[in-house]
């Protein structure tokens, strides 16, 4: 069980990814990710890029803060 407050709502990506299935995202390296928040999967967070929200791989993204 993981319990942590998750404060950073906002991100860069930081690598290219292809998504393997449609809850994940597609995205290309120094992306913005808004609206970042946990997800069940573990190393993945649920996140927006350009309209689309998705789960991302965790340690893909560089986390600004801010909302």
């Known amino acids: 069980f993981r319990c942590f407050i998750f404060r950073q709502t906002r991100g860069l990506t930081l690598y290219q990814c292809r998504a393997d299935n449609d809850s994940e995202l597609s995205f290309n ?16 967070v649920m996140g927006t890029i350009n309209g689309k929200t998705g789960l991302i791989p965790e340690n893909y993204i560089n986390f600004t803060g801010g909302a």
């Open 29 to 44: 390296a120094n992306e913005i990710v808004t609206q970042v928040r946990p997800s069940k999967e573990p190393g993945w």
